[in-house]
């Protein structure tokens, strides 16, 4: 299933998420991801995928609530990136990895 928005203007923008707009602190692509996927909320247990953009740990708290799983990469930037949590990992072998996982 696939959902479409277009962004033309700052203002036209504004309206498409009019859902949302009470949300105050939520970064805009954690918004536009909102308005994207609430067609399916609470459908059940379903993975996200999304790119950089719409990708931080604040999306992926406020998906869970809509009972959505999420696949993505959350740049070191980001707000609330758990830098601390990776620096403290050791990896001693080349392709060795790791992750947080969000519950």
């Known amino acids: 299933m696939m959902h479409l928005k277009i962004v033309e203007t700052a203002e036209s923008e504004s309206l498409h998420c009019s ?3 009470g949300e105050e602190g939520l970064l805009h692509g954690t918004i536009v991801l909102k308005y ?13 995928c999304a790119d950089s953009y719409f990708a931080s740990v604040l999306a992926v708290e406020e998906l869970e609530k809509m ?10 930037a980001t707000r609330r990136f758990p830098q601390a ?5 050791e ?11 969000c519950k």
């Open 85 to 89: 949590y990776l620096a403290s990992l």
């Open 67 to 76: 009972g959505f799983g999420f696949i993505g990469v959350v740049k070191t």
């Open 19 to 21: 859902a949302f707009d």
């Open 36 to 48: 994207l996927i609430d067609p399916w909320a609470y459908s059940g247990d379903c993975p996200v």
């Open 91 to 101: 990896l001693t072998t080349r392709g060795e990895w790791d992750h947080p996982l």
